[in-house]
């Protein structure tokens, strides 16, 4: 097609998406009300979003698929047709296998999967195609997460490998991983390269939910501290800032939640102030990154490049956007992981960029509403850790960004390119997904639905645990 | 458990607010800020072409329609179209306010949105992508008159400084000049020092006796029996233990708050000041603007300071009443400061923009705003009338030079041993229902009775004569 005409067309779409997303958001965010704050039994239901997300992948796909000017890219507009294959399929599969499973989280995720296929497009072509092949990827690891977790007897009992297994990975990829952009967090493992400091995130919120929950003086606790300080610091070995702090502070919430030892909470969120006071005075790469974030402008050729570039391409979207393929979201320095936020600000406007964060805390309201839920301690921490972990990961990343607080490089969950942290970011979902088929299970095993008494179940707990695992077993 | 189900629902309290706060920073800093990041010389989305470009950008005109910049093209002998921006001549004279793209100054770097016409709706930019073989960007009508530029230009000759001229009643700024000055239209040379910066609205200067107007103002606001208030004055006076010297240590005498601000005399304010308190001289410092960040739709300019606090001494409180110690301020927030007393109390936003011009030749004029009233109606009738005195007997007296009556201000701003004052001057004209404000900063050339005044009394006559 020719430019111009791609102009107009493009210009028009831009309120068609942004009336798409806004639509889903409104709809998520009813029934999340709905969900946590009333009493109301909600019917089990999926509204119309799926076909909002079909409608939006094969507009979006269809739109780039004009974009050339030697005609229709049939390419494009297959891999259109192929993402919403794979979300109806995927979410159907779901939806009809897994009773109690919550399909307002996985829709979602599927919106947020789905505006970064669509800017991979845009960007890099060849790495959507990809980011498409791990969310399936990722897809396979929620099944086999939702369909074992729940029946596994004891998940407990494989803590102390795991609390091993971390740390030894991490400081083994310290130091003889690849480096990309300033950190050394790659392994190469024959074809493909993964970034295990994105599983070993999932090994700690494994960790510290089957380990705290069962200990409780402070001496049976002084592993778990060991895990803890050893996972820092093989992070910090791979000079992965983003990744140290989100490691320190899911502990800190973790910890907080499964203890209310506040004199520990308090007295560790005090060193890890003083650790980052101690490593802007020692690291210069550190200081580079304050620097930046205190006033990019002040060196825009250097030190603040990456962030101010992001600001204009932000001011220069706007509410609605520049239009899908109008921006050069390119020159943004990481445009495809760490910022494509800032892309997606600047093709898809404000407006999208603010309901993404309003996404994230929808899943983490209705994460936490399931953790609030559960009935075990352990399944409490599992999806409360989860949905901690998510947070506080893409407040890190768009805050960086946003010149909120000072960049460290870590991914935005579902949306970045990436296929560890796809597949990791999925896997923590599946954790939610697990505790809320659990719950489920629970209130039919108790039969009671979801009108219960609060009391009474706290009340019938104990006297039930046995029933229910022997039940499982059949 | 129940201490878990309590501990789950903080940790999901706390999440959940520091990301909506996250969604509020994010929506704040944008809405204030996104036109800045946008125009920044360094994003490459606005970038003019010279071939084959895209979008034409439009024109940039003073108030009158005289052209400033326009983009034109030629063709070489290889057919290839090569457009490039075109200043005239006048340009020179409105240098900062025009400015250019490669040094990321003035309305060629700052309005290309409105150049470029990105700021056209939907169905406008729509209609010319279809039905036009060129998309031509907006043209820009800037408040300014370019004569008066000139005259200003001019009459400054090599002095260092600046003047601004706005009409108090809508903000609109008539002329800007700031010297050292470069002319756009030499793109290879390279600018002298200082000659990029627009010391109208970047520069920051001691204000001199010109702070008096807000004192007076917070004096006449705050303190009752101001009308019987008098300090005795005897050159060198001694204020809660602190030395207060006129300039040339002049003796004025019993004064009250009118002689004190003819004759401008530092110890009535000194004391003034002392007797104010810290709190009243800043809160009317602020309600005037001072200590905030400026976000002006139309033009960018530097914050002035008036730092004094709980833990400021006598001493520190009694210079910044006569606007020395460590009072900054720009020229352009000194014109504001007189448009509101000009202007019955109420403070304009400054507008450069007077309208965009479309292609098809409609102009969307940009509306005036009130910015704040820092001072009643009363109070700013009040200090007119000691201005007009001011000029009529006082320190102003050289600028009464015109038919029409100026009320002003001088001010002599000691910036150092060894180093001639700054010369200050603020004013407006005709006193009993302004049209015009004028201010004068002239650097290093001596008191503003003799240096500044004189130079605003004549820029009131041009301006007059050209019908402002």
Known sequence: MDRKQYEILALTFRYWFVLLIMIIFVQCTIRTIRDVFTNRKVMRSSGNIPFLLVLFSLTAFGLLATQSSQGFDFDTAILGVLVSAVILFQFYVFYYLFHGMDEVIVLIVDTLAILGFVMLQRLTPELAIRQIEWFVIGNVFLFIIMLVLPKLRHPGRFVFPLMILGPLTLFIVALFGQESGGATSLLGIGPITIQPAEFVKLIFIIVMSYYLDEKKTFRERIPAFLFVMTSILGVVAQKDLGGALLYFLVFLFMYQISTSDWLITIFTAGAGVLAAVFSYRIFPHVQVRVEAWKNPWADIGGKGWQVAQALIAMGSGGLLGLGLGLGTPYVIPASRTDFIFAAICEEFGIIVGGMIIGFYVLIVLRSMNKAYEANEPADMLLASGSAISIGIQSFIIIGGVIKMIPLTGITLPFISYGGSSMVVSLSTLALIQSVSIKNQRFAKKMGIDDEYEESELYYNEDENKDNYNVDEEV | ?468
Not at chain 2, 202 to 218: E, H, I, Q
Not at chain 2, 232 to 253: L, R
Request: hydrophobic residues 40%; charged residues 20%.
């Open chain 2, 1 to 468: 458990m129940n201490h878990l189900k309590r501990n789950i629902k903080s940790a999901c309290l706390v999440l959940i607010i520091i990301l909506l706060l996250q969604m509020g920073y994010f929506y704040y800093n944008l809405f204030l800020y996104s036109d800045r990041w946008f125009s920044d010389p360094n994003n490459t989305r606005i970038r003019i072409d010279m071939i084959d470009p895209d979008i034409i950008p439009g024109r940039i005109m003073d108030r009158n329609h005289r052209i400033l910049v326009e983009t034109k093209s030629v063709t070489g002998r290889n057919g290839i179209t090569t457009y490039y921006r075109d200043y005239h001549s006048y340009s020179k004279f409105a240098a900062h306010i025009v400015g250019t793209k490669r040094y990321g100054i003035g309305a060629e770097a700052f309005y290309i949105r409105y150049l470029l016409g990105y700021d056209n709706n939907l169905i406008e930019r729509i209609y010319q992508k279809a039905f036009m073989d060129q998309e031509v960007g907006n043209n820009v009508i800037l408040t300014i008159d370019v004569e008066l530029q000139k005259f200003i230009s001019e009459a400054m000759g090599t002095k260092k400084g600046s003047v601004v001229v706005m009409n108090p009643e809508t903000g609109e700024i008539l002329a800007m000049v700031s010297k050292p000055s470069f002319d756009p239209a030499k793109e290879g040379e390279k600018p002298a020092d200082e000659s990029l910066l627009n010391k109208a609205s970047y520069g920051r200067y001691p204000p001199g006796s010109t702070m008096k107007l807000v004192t007076a103002a917070a004096a006449l606001e705050f303190m009752e029996d101001i009308d019987n208030y008098i300090v005795e004055c005897n050159g060198e006076t001694v204020i809660n233990g602190v030395k207060v010297t006129c300039y040339g240590g002049e003796a004025h005498g019993k004064v009250d708050l009118s002689q004190a601000m003819v004759y401008s005399c530092n110890a009535f304010f000194a004391q003034v000041s002392c007797e104010m308190g810290w709190k009243k001289l800043k809160k009317t410092g602020e309600n005037f603007g001072f200590n905030k960040d400026f976000l002006f739709s139309d033009i960018r300019t530097t914050s002035s300071q008036l730092p004094i606090e709980r833990w400021t001494d006598d001493e520190e409180l009694a210079w910044s009443g006569v606007g020395q110690g460590n009072v900054l301020v720009s020229p352009l927030h000194m014109a504001m400061i007189a448009s509101a007393v000009a202007n019955n109390g109420v403070m304009m936003e400054p507008k450069l923009i007077h309208g965009i011009e479309t292609r098809s030749g409609r102009i969307r004029f940009h509306e005036s705003s009130v910015f704040k009233q820092p001072i009643s109606a009363q109070t700013a009738n009040k200090l007119t009338n000691i201005m007009i005195d001011a000029v009529k007997k006082g320190t102003g007296k050289k600028a009464d030079i015109t038919d029409v009556q100026i009320a002003g201000k001088t001010g002599t701003a000691e910036v150092g041993e060894n180093k001639k004052p700054h010369a200050w001057f603020i004013g407006f004209a005709p006193a009993e229902k302004p049209t015009l404000v004028v201010t004068v900063v002239l650097e290093n050339t001596g008191t503003g009775g003799s240096n500044a005044a004189p130079l605003a009394g004549k820029i009131v006559q041009k301006a007059f004569g050209m019908g402002y």
